[in-house]
Structures are given as C-alpha cells and as structure tokens.
C-alpha cells in the first residue's frame, strides 16, 4: 500500500451532530430561516494532501423545514423545489483550495451544487473545526460551511410584488452547514 493510499479516509456525516440550514429576506427586510431534516453526505480525506480531498452530499427537497407547515408546503411545490419532479439537491465538489488540517483552518470547497435539474458551481467557505474520538472509540471530525448562492439560477423564480415596492421573497440564499462527520472503517 502507497503512502497516499494509507492516507485517504472515508468519513459519513452524523445526521445527529449536523445541520444543513439555510436564510432568505422575506419582504426585503425580514429574515427567515430554515433546515434540511433529511441529508447525507461523505468526505473522502486525503491527509497526505488535503486540497485532494472530496465532499458528495445529497438532500431531500421535502425534508425542508422552516416550521411553518403552509409556507413548507409551498416551498416543496411547483412554484419552488417541485420536490414530486426533483426529489433531492446534491453536491460534488470539484476542487478544495487551502486546506489543511489545522483546527480553526479556513479553506474553500468549490463544487457543482444541482437543484430542480439544474446545476451550478458554488464556492463554500469552510473551517476545519477539529478531530477526536468519541467515549465510544469512534473517530469524529467537524467543518462548518458557509455560501450564498442566487435562488434564480436554479430555477427558483417564484415571488410576489409589494404594494409598497420590493418583492415578497429575496434572490440570495445564505447557506449554514455544520457537520460532524465519523470515520468509516477501514477495509480489511
């Protein structure tokens, strides 16, 4: 086995350590929040080079949740996800940029984001936040990530005009992702 090889490890994420949420202006001045309840997502870790490393996530469009079940509802319709047509959002990244395994190391994961059939590049901004293992022997890392993407570009064009100016809902999307991801056991 080559030096590399012994180096690269898989890592799932811990749907119960981890959170996939999200921001969006609500009649241009007010903020409402979200979250993704159904999510997964792995990291294959290149420790000998880290900007090698590679992230896949994929989300289900219905799992979204922003604790109004209408506006849910809505958002899972036609007019937004179309959730029925496009049952899940996924990510590849295609390159990471300064990475290193330093705790509080800020890098770059640029990658191709898909939502309703269509797909963009997006660049996340994240922070290696530190590694350890559980009271259970497992190995445990955390990142956080955070993007803003154009809801427009992915087809997302939905809105209303305000009587006084403006639109019901903003173009920008803020993206929050904190994750804690466990070590997959090697192969034997």
Not at 143 to 162: M, P, S, V, Y
Request: aromatic content about 8%; hydrophobic content about 40%.
């Amino acid at each position: 086995m080559t030096q590399a090889a012994a180096q690269a490890t898989t890592w799932t994420v811990d749907k119960a350590h981890s959170q996939v949420e999200f921001g969006v202006k609500h009649m241009m001045f007010t903020t409402v929040r979200g979250q993704f309840r159904d999510f997964d997502a792995t990291i294959r870790l290149d420790e000998a080079n880290p900007n090698e490393s590679t992230v896949e996530a994929v989300i289900d469009a219905a799992s979204i949740d922003t604790s109004v079940a209408d506006r849910d509802n809505h958002l899972r319709s036609a007019d937004f996800f179309d959730a029925e047509k496009h049952p899940k959002l996924t990510f590849r990244s295609t390159r990471i940029e300064g990475a290193a395994f330093e705790e509080g190391r800020r890098f770059t994961v640029i990658g191709d984001l898909t939502i309703r059939g269509t797909t963009r590049e997006i660049a996340l901004e994240a922070t290696y936040e530190g590694r350890g293992r559980d009271p259970w022997g497992q190995e445990k890392a955390a990142f956080t990530a955070e993007g803003k993407i154009d809801r427009h570009d992915f087809g997302l064009t939905w809105n209303q005009t305000l009587e006084a100016g403006g639109v019901l809902v903003g173009r920008e999307i803020k993206l929050t992702i904190d994750a804690q991801f466990v070590q997959a056991a090697a192969a034997e």
